[in-house]
């Protein structure tokens, strides 16, 4: 391996898995920074750290996985009491619906009783002042019989048209 080799394996080491000059640290953020040393032992490494990092990455990805589930879990939890409270305030709306409409049928039945019962004591009233006025016709007419009884018969003969009636 020549000095030529050797300054083109760094490029390619800077360069890092993106190509992107400078940024093969950050590949791995939880290791140490990136030996200089020949390409075909930092590729070792490499597969080495990967190897090492491999159950550290599967135990993160299984925490994120339980916390993703238990989130969705909470959501749907939170949905369903929503779900829930929403369908009971529909039912309590509902039954206050119906309660105000019994109130409002029960309330129109009374109004039409109390018209009804208005029409009939304007007809008791009607019946009353009607009796009352024959009351006083057939009181005159009693007056007037007992006046005219109260003549003496020779009144009656001379007056003919007072005759009994």
């Known amino acids: 391996m020549g000095l030529g080799d050797y300054s083109q394996c760094r490029q390619r080491m800077s360069r890092g898995l993106h190509g992107v000059s400078g940024r093969a640290a950050l590949w791995f953020p939880a290791f140490h920074s990136v030996h200089r040393t020949p390409c075909g032992t930092w590729r070792i490494e490499a597969q080495e750290q990967a190897r090492a990092s491999a159950p550290v990455l599967e135990h993160l990805?299984?925490?994120?996985?339980r916390a993703f589930q238990r989130a969705a879990a909470r959501g749907r939890a939170r949905r369903a009491r929503e779900a829930v409270a929403a369908v009971a305030a529909a039912a309590a709306a509902a039954r206050e619906e119906r309660t105000r409409v019994r109130m409002e049928c029960a309330l129109a039945r009374l109004r039409a009783e109390l018209l009804e019962l208005r029409f009939q004591n304007h007809q008791l009233a009607r019946t009353l002042l009607d009796l009352n006025v024959k009351m006083q016709q057939l009181k005159k007419q009693q007056d007037l019989e007992r006046a005219s009884k109260s003549q003496?018969?020779?009144d009656d003969t001379m007056n003919p048209e007072c005759g009994n009636a």
């Open 61 to 65: 990805r299984r925490q994120l996985e």
């Open 152 to 154: 003496s018969p020779e």
